[in-house]
């Protein structure tokens, strides 16, 4: 809601003064030109399958013509279990255990690789576990959680090549697959609450599954693909199949129904979902063929608009990002591109979160009526309102907020908490820049009912899942 010119002298000195006090702190505050949605660190040669809440990536890399699991945490390291011939790195917790898989060989003088088998592995701080099989020879960690709950897939027999997800604690494996009855199937994925994700046959036709370890339940979906990861609410993302002609779409499937998230371009025939955060942001790849890998470009998908993430980076950096294979919940994505045309992983993290204004010296929010420019404390309702609810509205004011297209006032999610632990979300009426600061939001909130009691309230701007500082709220019961 943009400020009214029609406004008393001390309400335009007090917004005047408030604003220049956080410009003076903000450098650049006055640029026109949004500036870039993230920052570029290079990891290094490997590509990064996974990236935990505090930064760290996994993934797998080959150094020499050898392939080794790969893990950053500042600095570039591999992971190589003892007595493995080559390992690669699928996953990593908030806890920094990996886990992937490593093969093992029986070496005879000539040098071969004898007896291979592929196992799972959990690794922490220097330390290795070896996972086993389901019977088979062979065993592929596919994600871990923060509980330490590993899924992946297994043969189960040591002749044929049939294969079923299982879950593991670190000890011996569970065959999940057998639970749900299905012929053949492989975890992708495993979220916080103990939900599991993946693919499966049965009567010679694929589909998806979701089975959840708290009550042995699952729930069986006829998707023609290929799952990759879920969230915490249950939604999975992945690739739906083409016609063996390159084509493929990325997808999002929640509360049982499939999502076509389409491709960047019209020339693009080939797409797909790799990663989702809670906040419902996606990422992945889209190409103009899936056989040649045509024009890669990695993509982020939020506010139903599939954006390309070279777009979102510094201009001139010398990057090109090909695919994104991973998201958290700070927003930071993972995945693979060159740099000046060499081959490497990056990690890209939001250049800055939403900050609400405070006044200057203190932690209350910078908020004012929206008609009136009165200061708090706030009543729930006021007579001086433009709305027949006679709900008091009110303006804050905050910097950091970029919209990206698709996105508007919704995309926002402001939160007053009070100390209880209470908390409640404040409808968004409207957002708009401040007249003459082009980089100032001021973002216009109705007061919700639970505030009636009155008291301090801690406020928070949630954008993608990014949160911002927290400033005071005060709110009388008169």
């Known amino acids: 809601m943009f400020v009214r010119r029609a406004c008393h002298a001390t309400a335009v000195k ?28 290079d990891l290094g040669p490997f590509t990064p399958y996974g990236v935990n809440e505090m930064g ?19 600095a570039f390291k591999t992971i190589l279990p003892p007595g493995a011939s080559s390992s690669e790195a699928r996953a990593v917790n908030g806890h920094g255990q990996v886990t992937g898989m490593a093969l093992f060989c029986d070496i005879p003088p000539d040098g071969t690789c004898q007896n291979a088998r592929y196992r799972a592995f959990v690794y922490r701080q220097g330390a290795f576990t070896i996972l086993g099989t389901l019977g088979g020879s062979n065993s592929v960690g596919g994600d871990i959680n923060d509980a330490g709950l590993i899924t992946g897939s297994s043969s189960t027999n040591m002749t044929s090549g049939d294969a079923q997800a299982f879950t593991s604690g670190g000890g011996p494996l569970e065959n999940i697959g057998a639970k749900m009855g299905v012929k053949d199937s492989s975890a992708t994925a495993v979220n916080s609450v103990g939900q599991i994700a ?14 959840d370890t708290r009550d042995g339940t699952f729930s ?23 016609n063996d002609d390159g084509s493929g779409r990325a997808y999002l499937l929640a509360g049982g129904v499939v999502k076509d998230l389409g491709t960047l371009m019209p020339a693009h025939r080939y797409s797909r979902a790799r990663s989702l955060n809670n906040a419902g942001q996606i990422v992945g790849v889209s190409s103009t063929d899936f056989f040649t890998h045509g024009d890669e470009r990695a993509f982020l998908y939020e506010g139903g608009v599939m954006l390309d993430l070279n777009a979102l980076i510094p201009a001139g950096s010398g990057w090109f990002l090909k695919e994104a294979t991973d998201i958290n919940g700070g927003g930071q994505i993972v995945g693979r591109g060159t740099l000046n045309g060499q081959e490497r992983g990056f990690l890209l993290t939001p250049t800055a979160p939403p900050v609400l204004l405070t006044e200057p010296g203190s932690a209350a929010a910078l908020a004012l009526d929206s008609v009136t420019f009165e200061r708090g404390p706030f009543t729930l309702s006021t007579s001086n309102n433009f709305s027949p609810d006679g709900r008091r509205r009110v303006t804050l004011l905050a910097r950091n907020v970029e919209f990206a297209p698709g996105e508007d006032a919704q995309s926002l999610v402001v939160r007053a908490e009070r100390q209880a632990g209470e908390t409640y979300v404040l409808p968004v009426e409207q957002v708009g820049r401040v007249p003459g600061f082009p980089s100032l939001t001021q973002i216009t909130v ?4 639970g505030l009636a009691a009155g008291g301090d309230f801690q406020l928070s701007l949630t954008l993608r899942g990014v949160a911002s500082n927290k400033a005071t709220l005060s709110v009388s019961n008169f």
């Open 14 to 41: 007090l917004l005047l003064a408030a604003v220049c006090a956080v410009c003076l702190a903000a450098p650049g505050a006055f640029a026109q030109t949004p500036p870039p949605r993230y920052t570029i660190t």
């Open 56 to 74: 760290q990536v996994a993934g797998y890399a080959v150094i020499n013509g050898r392939g080794f699991a790969a893990f950053y945490d500042g």
């Open 198 to 211: 993946g693919n499966h046959s049965i009567n010679n036709r694929a589909g998806v599954f979701i089975y």
């Open 220 to 242: 069986l979906f006829p998707i023609t693909g290929f799952a990759d990861r879920l969230n915490d609410l249950g939604q999975i993302v992945g690739g739906l199949s083409g």
């Open 446 to 449: 109705r007061l919700a009912d």
